[in-house]
């Protein structure tokens, strides 16, 4: 499995290398605020990640909170993790070497989804908060409703939980019913993760029933 750590560290390695020279960012720039509205807009980077700060929780793509943490425990400043971040957004891995703990590939990061300033004002923001959060991962979501605008919303669109999410299927036009939807998650079809073992089957079944009846 291809570790999130790894991904920061390998474009560490390019950049200190002399590689990629137009990811590093002036000394200042960018827009913590405005980086943090985009990281966190529909379809952007939160419906991907998982970072404290920004309350978003997804396994599709690396724990920025686990990937950046060990940089900072190394002793690297904020500019150098701003610059790993913005390389990132301007070389995206859309084809990463690594499976999951299911053998099933990784799927890679689209490219362009910020671009000019709001790339550097996204990695501003990424670069100031990503593993500086005590325990890395937002608090964990309780009740049906919570546990899909927390887990499912920034994917999909569901009008009963006021969520818009676009990058999986709108749930308010298919309209599973709960079988489907449990299935679903048991399973991790395409690029939906599998959340078989990181919820409980009572959550499962309990998100599963609330999406069939709204």
Not at 6 to 10: E, M, T
């Given at each position: 499995m291809l570790r999130p750590a790894?991904?920061?560290?390998?474009l560490l390695a390019a950049?200190?290398?002399?590689?990629?020279s137009e990811a590093r960012t002036p000394s200042g720039a960018g827009s913590v605020e405005n980086g943090k509205t985009l990281f966190t807009g529909d379809g952007q980077c939160g419906a991907c990640h998982t970072l404290a700060d920004a309350g978003t929780r997804s396994e599709i793509g690396p724990n920025?909170?686990?990937?950046?943490?060990?940089?900072?425990e190394q002793g690297f400043d904020e500019s150098t993790v701003r610059d790993?971040?913005?390389?990132?957004?301007l070389y995206p891995t859309q084809n990463p070497a690594g499976v999951d703990d299911e053998g099933r590939a990784l799927p890679g990061m689209p490219a362009n989804l910020v671009t000019?300033?709001?790339?550097?004002?996204?990695?501003?923001?990424?670069?100031?908060?990503?593993?500086?959060?005590e325990d890395g991962a937002p608090p964990e979501a309780t009740g049906a409703e919570a546990i899909f605008t927390q887990r499912c919303g920034s994917c999909h669109t569901l009008a009963a939980?006021?969520?818009?999410?676009?990058?999986?299927?709108?749930?308010?036009?298919?309209?599973?019913?709960?079988?489907?939807?449990?299935?679903a998650m048991r399973e991790g079809p395409g690029q939906m993760p599998s959340f078989e073992g990181q919820l409980s089957d009572e959550d499962i079944e309990a998100v599963a029933k609330y999406v069939a009846d709204n």
């Open positions: 790894a991904v920061a560290l390998g950049l200190v290398a002399g590689c990629g920025l909170d686990e990937a950046f943490a060990p940089l900072w790993v971040v913005h390389g990132q957004i000019g300033q709001d790339a550097v004002d996204v990695a501003a923001y990424v670069a100031s908060v990503a593993g500086r959060a939980a006021n969520t818009a999410g676009t990058i999986g299927p709108s749930l308010d036009q298919l309209s599973p019913d709960a079988e489907r939807v449990e299935r």
